[in-house]
DNA sequence: CCTGAAACCTGTCTGC
DNA sequence: TGCAGACAGGTTTCAG
């Protein structure tokens, strides 16, 4: 489900509510949700611990439980994962993984049809994140680094855009929207882009980005709600119907299992570009 | 190093 | 109305 603004969006709503709240116990609903310790380490551990802050890495939710030593509680939603808050008297509903009963007579629940989420109880959160390349929105991630980096690979751009230890936190919906703004094809090779489509691609991914917590992610289906950047999509899953641009009917080809959606016209991809594909 | 396919899962929508 | 099949915002693993 969710990608970097959405998950930008739930960690802004659930800041100001839990921090300094103290976990007073966990229910374990789905064993296979917790990605490590054992449950019966998690659950011993995560006692009374009290969360001292609350932060996104790319699509990780991280909750930095004090005291010392302090411990890492890390998320990931997946495709169907939810965070919901309820009273302390809830009891747990169908498709609910893991619950955390807080002081504050609240309930974290971790609602997952899927089951694809996870969740991570570590010493060091760089276990579970270490792996990712840079955030988007920092200022490590500048148009010359992205130059940089795309030459150094040769593969279409948007399997590089999902690839999350070349750039971290977006997905599907923001890979697809920043390519058409930026107006380059999704299998244009990375190390035939210019120095200007670098700093193209660039404003767009940030731009997409930004644009979709302003608007407080996207919403699509049952998954997700309260979002409303869908209003604001140009491509994603608008195949046949015309580009904002151009009008020139949105088309969609499959890459790495996923669609990706583009306007022929706007997105030109010519033989010298894609050489190889 | 790279790609594609399969796996992990359930709910919803489409078309016959 | 019913039902099979496609499809979904993600990631990991494995074969080639």
Redesign the pocket.
């Known amino acids: 489900?969710?990608?970097l603004p959405?998950v930008e969006t739930i960690v802004r709503w659930l800041r100001p509510l839990l921090v300094g709240e103290k976990v007073l116990a966990a229910e374990l609903l789905w064993e296979?949700t917790l990605a490590a310790p054992s449950p019966s380490v998690f659950t011993e551990a995560i006692r009374d611990r009290t969360v001292a802050s609350i932060s996104r890495r790319?699509?990780f939710i991280h909750f930095l439980l004090s005291s010392s030593p302090t411990l890492s509680l890390i998320l990931?939603l997946?495709?169907?994962g939810e965070i919901r808050l309820e009273p302390e008297e809830y009891r747990p509903r169908?498709?609910d993984r893991l619950l955390l009963r807080l002081s504050g007579k609240k309930t974290l629940v971790f609602h997952d049809?899927?089951?694809?989420g996870r969740a991570w109880l570590v010493d060091n959160p760089a276990v579970v994140l270490g792996y990712l390349g840079p955030e988007p929105l920092s200022h490590e991630f500048t148009p010359i680094w992205l130059y940089e980096a795309l030459r150094r690979?040769?593969?279409?751009l948007k399997?590089l855009l999902?690839d999350?230890t070349f750039l971290a936190g977006l997905?599907?919906?923001y890979a697809d929207e920043a390519l058409h703004r930026s107006r380059l094809h999704p299998l244009r090779l990375s190390d035939t882009i210019s120095e200007d489509e670098a700093r193209r691609l660039h404003a767009a991914i940030q731009q997409v980005l930004q644009e979709g917590i302003a608007n407080n992610?996207?919403?699509?289906?049952?998954?997700?709600r309260g979002?409303s950047f869908q209003n604001h999509f140009r491509v994603y899953?608008r195949t046949g119907l015309p580009c904002p641009n151009c009008g020139t009917p949105i088309e969609r080809l499959i890459?790495?299992?996923?669609?990706a959606h583009f306007c022929p016209s706007c997105q030109p991809r010519n033989r010298e570009e894609c050489n190889g594909i």
Do not use: C, T
């Open positions: 489900m969710p990608e959405e296979r790319a699509k990931h997946r495709m169907s169908g498709h049809p899927r089951k694809f690979h040769h593969r279409p399997s999902l999350q997905g599907n919906i992610g996207a919403s699509i289906d049952w998954v997700y979002g899953r890459l790495n299992q996923r669609r």
